[in-house]
């Protein structure tokens, strides 16, 4: 499969857990995502849109050459910073203040929501990488002569 494939597939899995996270963390612990009763029902779905584009470029980047340790931690660094910038960005738009660009991603910091998130990023990436790497490790001793794929 093409490294683009792979980013896709990653990145639409990590759509999915985080809406299924956020949905277990408002089910037994009745937290909601952002608790900011005067934000906009789109602020939520904005971030976690930033964030699966970080999972996407990352993911991405990290097939074509590094770590996936390392690549899953950038991913999930990006993931924390995307979102806190997107929230910021989207609520202080919805409430026309410019304080909230420093006010909302201090209280928004360790929310589950957020750390939900990056967690979700962190592991997606991780699987994704290490999932395309062994494809090819494989792939490459399939092709060599003597290879396991060379059984005449």
């Known amino acids: 499969m093409s490294r683009w494939l792979i980013a896709t597939m990653t990145s639409v899995l ?8 956020t949905g277990f963390e408002a089910l037994l612990a ?3 995502a952002i608790p900011q009763p005067d934000a906009s029902p789109y602020l ?3 971030m976690v849109v930033a ?3 970080v999972v996407f470029l990352a993911t991405a980047a990290g097939i074509r ?22 929230g910021a960005v ?3 738009m919805t409430r026309r203040d410019g304080t909230e660009l420093l006010v909302f991603p201090a209280g928004s ?8 998130s990056v967690v979700v990023a962190l592991l997606c ?8 790497r062994y494809q090819a490790r494989h792939r490459s001793a399939d092709a060599t002569p003597g290879g396991e794929g060379d059984r005449r």
Do not use: K, W
Not at 109 to 116: E, I, K, M, N, R
Not at 125 to 132: I, N, Q, R
């Open 14 to 21: 990590f759509i999915a857990l985080v809406i299924a996270v």
């Open 30 to 32: 009745d937290v909601e």
């Open 44 to 46: 939520g779905p904005t």
């Open 51 to 53: 964030a699966a584009a």
């Open 65 to 86: 050459e590094g770590n996936p340790g390392v690549t899953g931690l950038v991913a999930a660094a990006g993931t924390y910073l995307a979102m806190l910038a997107t």
């Open 90 to 92: 989207g609520y202080s």
């Open 109 to 116: 910091a360790l929310s589950p929501f957020v750390v939900g």
């Open 125 to 132: 990436v991780l699987g994704g990488v290490s999932a395309a």
